[in-house]
């Protein structure tokens, strides 16, 4: 039987209702997933709940709550598997039955393999009519970091790149502001809200001094929580003078450091006097003096960071496309040509056709004059596939 004849038009509007009150976590859920429900009875929509934040409520439970006495005989629409455990809240499974909840369909099972097929099984053995599968995919797109942390122990990785129509990315100075619109870079305070941290190179920090932050203006949104910095900088050249290690901006995320085991301990100590985490990503062969870009995402990983974005310059950024650690380019296009003496987008030394790396434009948007591209890289077996 296919999953369309299983559900009716009507299980599709309502699932498309909870995965819509999901998405209102966006900013603020991680690191837990973004997750919507919607209590229907007789046919109407009787409770209505989302996962704010970690610690809070879980979108069933909200939602029940919402409902009150008509949460009763009602048919939960859930965009992720209600969970079977009790962590920092309880088990979503006993509350379901609790509140007399007679069906539940669900868009997905949960990852989490503390879950992962449990939750549903526990309702189904309790008598509850369960069906799984409705709008799989967009309920996936939404906890697609969420997902690839509890599948591969990694966060889904975003690079974004403002650029020239002929592929620049800084005069050859380092003066880059502002090459995209000010709508491309209110779309970039949207993506930086979304995630989790945003990492960039040394390189940017010292040409550029930038605050990589999301700034209430920008965002048309209350701004809940910051999401953290982290600067790769194998030597710790980040003046203490940056804005990102200023004691303003210590105060309201945190900044991490990656470096090398051969960084100056005299650094490391001035920068963790400031409250900024040092952490040294070393490579064990000739590139000991760089980075280990995969050791510090699995580290990410361990901080329980889903979605990570990259917004570096052409040396880091290129590194992170090299070696396909990257599951999708965020590029806004600007009408400019910059000339051939600029910076390229995407350093990366190859001399042959058959190093190229081969993209698919996932999706294309204009923004005020600008485009943004979205694009995966082909034949990735370590990006997301
Ligand atoms: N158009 C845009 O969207 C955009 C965005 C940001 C910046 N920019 C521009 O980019 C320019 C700076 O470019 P950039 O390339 O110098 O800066 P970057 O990519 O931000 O930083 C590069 C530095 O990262 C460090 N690094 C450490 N480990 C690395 C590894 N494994 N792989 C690669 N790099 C590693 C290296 O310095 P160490 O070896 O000392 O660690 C390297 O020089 C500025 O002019 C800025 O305006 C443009």
């Known amino acids: ?70 949460a009763k ?7 992720l598997e209600p ?5 920092k809240t309880g088990a979503c499974t006993d509350v379901l039955q609790a ?18 097929g449990q939750g549903s099984a526990i309702l189904r053995a309790a008598g509850l009519d369960v069906s799984e599968g409705l709008m799989a995919e967009q309920a996936a797109t939404l906890n697609r970091g969420f997902i ?15 650029m020239s129509l002929d592929g620049r990315s800084a005069m050859a100075s380092g003066e880059s502001q502002w090459i995209t619109s000010p709508s491309a870079r209110q779309q970039v305070q949207q993506l930086r809200a979304s995630s989790c941290a945003i990492v960039t190179g040394v390189g940017t920090i010292i040409h550029d001094d930038p605050s990589l932050n999301v700034r209430e203006q920008d965002l048309s949104a209350p701004v809940e929580r910051q999401p953290a910095l982290v600067i790769v900088d194998s030597q710790l050249k980040t003046p203490l003078s940056a804005k990102v290690v ?11 450091i990656a470096c090398v085991n051969a960084a100056s301990a005299d650094r490391v100590q001035a920068l963790e006097a400031r409250g900024v985490k040092v952490m040294a990503f070393s490579n064990a062969d000739e590139n000991a003096s760089i980075v280990n870009l995969s050791a510090l995402l699995s580290f990410l990983a361990e901080r329980e960071m889903n979605h990570v974005m990259i917004e570096s310059g052409p040396t880091l950024a290129g590194q992170f496309v090299q070696q396909c650690l990257v599951d999708e380019l965020k590029l806004f296009v600007a009408p400019k040509l910059m000339g051939g003496n600029a910076m ?25 004059p600008d485009w943004l591209l979205t694009c995966h890289i082909k034949n990735s077996d370590k990006g997301l596939g």
């Open 148 to 162: 690839k942390r509890m599948q591969k122990q990694l966060p889904f990785v975003s690079c974004k790149m403002a």
């Open 83 to 87: 969970c079977s455990f009790t962590g």
């Open 99 to 116: 509140a007399g909840i007679v069906r539940v369909v669900s868009a997905m099972e949960d990852p989490n393999p503390n879950v992962s």
């Open 1 to 70: 039987m296919s999953i369309n004849s299983i559900f009716s038009i009507a299980d599709s509007q309502f699932m498309v209702e909870a995965i819509q009150l999901a998405r209102r976590g966006l900013y603020t859920a991680t690191p837990n997933p973004c997750v919507g429900c919607v209590l229907v009875k007789d046919e109407k929509v009787v409770g209505r709940g989302w996962h704010v934040r970690a610690g809070d409520g879980h979108a069933e439970v909200n939602a029940i709550a919402d409902a009150g006495d008509n």
């Open 344 to 368: 390229p987008a995407f350093s990366m030394p190859f001399e042959n056709m058959s190093e190229a790396m081969n993209l698919t434009i996932t999706d294309t948007m204009a923004v005020g």
């Open 246 to 256: 200023s004691t303003e901006m210590l105060a309201t995320r945190d900044v991490y």
């Open 73 to 79: 005989g009602a048919t939960a629409y859930i965009s």
